[in-house]
């Protein structure tokens, strides 16, 4: 059984990124190397949550993001999904404003994917945070996903 993938929207988001400062192109890369590399070493997830995130999208990216979550599954955001997004509010996990990468987390830790796959370092692959996570999500009897970003599942053999 392959582990499983939750990605969130700035995989897609930097998988066709365009802007050209130092940071962005090496993201890009990193997440097109891993997308074309390694993906079919994993089950890879997304939801609805970036779905309607990349909406926000300007043309001709936008169309070239929802092509690309085009053949993934998509995971159901149900009512014990938004509970946890309001645990994880509640106690100051991620900020109220970002109840986005909430949602996120919550998904992830609900449908026990093995990993968060983000560009996200502030509230979600932080080092910083993570033990807060696995209080939180023990605390829940929540799977606690690793989080991570491209380059550092680029290296990873599962």
């Not at 066709?16 to 891993?34: C, F, I, L, M, Q």
């Not at 645990?87 to 609900?110: E, F, I, R």
């Not at 209080?135 to 680029?154: H, K, Q």
């Amino acid at each position: 059984m392959k582990p499983k993938v939750y990605i969130e929207t700035s995989i897609p988001s930097f998988y066709h990124e365009t802007r050209t400062s130092p940071e962005a192109v090496a993201r890009r890369n990193w997440t097109r190397d891993w997308w074309e590399a390694k993906r079919h070493l994993y089950e890879i997830v997304s939801s609805d949550a970036v779905q309607s995130e990349i909406e926000f999208t300007p043309e001709p990216k936008l169309q070239q993001c929802l092509d690309f979550l085009a053949s993934l599954p998509l995971l159901a955001i149900t009512p014990p999904v938004i509970e946890i997004v309001s645990v994880y509010t509640h106690n100051k996990l991620m900020p109220a404003n970002s109840s986005g990468d909430a949602l996120h987390l919550a998904l992830a830790s609900y449908y026990r994917c093995d990993y968060l796959l983000t560009w996200n370092c502030k509230h979600l692959a932080n080092a910083n945070k993570f033990g807060h996570i696995r209080r939180i999500n023990s605390t829940l009897g929540l799977y606690v996903p690793t989080l991570i970003t491209p380059l550092e599942l680029l290296g990873e053999t599962p």
